[in-house]
T-cell receptor
Framework: QKEVEQDPGPLSVPEGAIVSLNCTYSNSAFQYFMWYRQYSRKGPELLMYTYSSGNKEDGRFTAQVDKSSKYISLFIRDSQPSDSATYLC??????????FGTGTRLQVFP | EAQVTQNPRYLITVTGKKLTVTCSQN?????MSWYRQDPGLGLRQIYYSMNVEVTDKGDVPEGYKVSRKEKRNFPLILESPSPNQTSLYFCASSLLAGSHLRSLHFGNGTRLTVT
């Protein structure tokens, strides 16, 4: 079993839809949870960072962490074609390496 | 502009021909790392460096070498490339002091094909 599981998609939604992206993990010691966005032919860029449990909101994006269920989510409200990308979850503990999910490909069509 | 620069962006080579992929960052970051990205496997760490002259193996170091002689540069060396090293490679950097998990800055990738 992988330490981090992420549905690869692709997920195809119309413009304006609410998108929910999810990851599950097995290591209860993880403390940091991140979402990276990767556009085609580009490197990943940090989108959201959360420490421990709870919610964090930044504009149209909301990151949720449920440590009791070992489950993290990224919600995108009012999705735009420019949100079309691959979204990678990542998590870690202390100063250890990050563990990345395999990514979910999202397509938002006009 | 703050950035991580990798070169080349695309590389096609033959088995056994030594190659180097360069990585340079202009943010004075202590931490640098190399990843490979493969379909269904995600990003896997090859090597990382906490500072100049300090390097360590990641999850998949076999067949790769790195060096960190200067803070800004972290080249990836494939002494004898093989077809299973065909992949998309990313260099990343971050400030250290416990913060490197939070804000990795990635380059735009090097697509390597070994025939």
């Amino acid at each position: 079993q992988k330490e981090v599981e992420q549905d690869p998609g692709p997920l195809s939604v119309p413009e304006g839809a609410i998108v929910s992206l999810n990851c599950t993990y097995s290591n209860s010691a993880f403390q940091y949870f991140m979402w990276y966005r990767q556009y085609s032919r580009k490197g990943p860029e940090l989108l959201m960072y959360t420490y421990s449990s709870g919610n964090k909101e930044d504009g149209r994006f909301t990151a949720q962490v449920d440590k009791s269920s070992k489950y993290i989510s990224l919600f995108i409200r009012d999705s735009q074609p420019s949100d079309s990308a691959t979204y990678l979850c990542a998590m870690g503990q202390g100063t250890d390496k990050l563990i990345f999910g395999t990514g979910t490909r999202l397509q938002v069509f006009p | 502009e703050a950035q991580v620069t990798q070169n080349p962006r695309y590389l096609i080579t033959v088995t056994g021909k030594k190659l180097t992929v360069t990585c340079s960052q202009n943010m004075n970051h202590e931490y640098m790392s190399w990843y490979r990205q493969d379909p269904g496997l995600g990003l896997r760490q090859i090597y990382y460096s906490m500072n100049v002259e300090v390097t360590d193996k990641g999850d998949v170091p076999e067949g790769y070498k790195v060096s960190r002689k200067e803070k800004r540069n972290f080249p990836l060396i494939l002494e004898s490339p093989s077809p299973n090293q065909t992949s998309l490679y990313f260099c990343a950097s971050s400030l250290l002091a416990g913060s490197h998990l939070r804000s990795l800055h990635f380059g735009n990738g090097t697509r390597l094909t070994v025939t």
